[in-house]
């Protein structure tokens, strides 16, 4: 019984780490420069979905190209956040992003991947005047303003982090 359940787990998982591989893939045109577009903003079940599907993926390139896939993500949260007026969601959005970044340059980092920096700062700098805007939409100083700029500061510390790869 128990080794039944087991077994019904394992291949529930697999299947959703190769759906999540596939909405993954059909999106790396969003790590282009294109800006992903969502009309919510994902909750828990979606996330542990996603820290399954990442636990699947072994090598660790795959792991950089759904991570790349993540933060166009959480981007796109931020942004809908603020373009709709949800305040109350603004900092655990905002924290997620930044959060993102830093999980996608760490994995860039510390496995040396040349071969993904060109295309991550690509992104980097694509996000960059956006939320510029978004912030400039804000009152100066004020708690949505200041966390918009940690994003944008931890934006560009993470892209000199990624260029100075070697």
């Given at each position: 019984?128990?080794?039944?359940?087991?077994?019904?787990?394992?291949?529930?998982?697999?299947?959703?780490?190769?759906?999540?591989s596939?909405?993954?893939?059909?999106?790396?045109?969003?790590?282009?420069?294109?800006?992903?577009?969502?009309?919510?903003?994902?909750?828990?079940?979606?996330?542990?979905?996603?820290?399954?599907?990442?636990?699947?993926?072994?090598?660790?390139?795959?792991?950089?190209?759904?991570?790349?896939?993540?933060?166009?993500?959480?981007?796109?949260?931020?942004?809908?956040?603020?373009?709709?007026?949800?305040?109350?969601?603004?900092?655990?959005?905002?924290s997620?992003?930044?959060?993102?970044?830093?999980?996608?340059?760490?994995?860039?980092?510390?496995?040396?991947?040349?071969?993904?920096?060109?295309?991550?700062?690509?992104?980097?700098?694509?996000?960059?005047p956006?939320l510029?805007?978004?912030?400039?939409?804000?009152?100066?100083?004020?708690?949505?303003?200041?966390?918009?700029?940690?994003?944008?500061?931890?934006?560009?510390?993470?892209?000199?982090?990624?260029?100075?790869?070697?």
């Amino acid at each position: 019984m128990i080794k039944s359940f087991l077994t019904a787990l394992i291949i529930a998982i697999l299947l959703l780490s190769s759906i999540s591989s596939v909405v993954a893939q059909s999106n790396d045109s969003s790590v282009s420069g294109q800006i992903m577009k969502v009309n919510k903003v994902t909750n828990l079940r979606d996330r542990l979905r996603e820290r399954i599907t990442l636990f699947f993926k072994f090598s660790n390139s795959g792991k950089v190209d759904y991570q790349q896939y993540l933060v166009q993500k959480r981007f796109a949260e931020l942004k809908y956040v603020i373009e709709n007026g949800r305040g109350d969601l603004i900092e655990d959005t905002s924290s997620r992003y930044s959060t993102y970044l830093g999980r996608l340059t760490n994995l860039i980092v510390k496995n040396k991947m040349v071969d993904k920096k060109g295309e991550t700062i690509k992104m980097f700098e694509s996000h960059l005047p956006i939320l510029e805007d978004l912030s400039s939409d804000q009152e100066y100083n004020s708690g949505f303003w200041l966390l918009l700029q940690h994003d944008i500061n931890y934006l560009k510390l993470y892209a000199d982090q990624i260029e100075n790869v070697n």
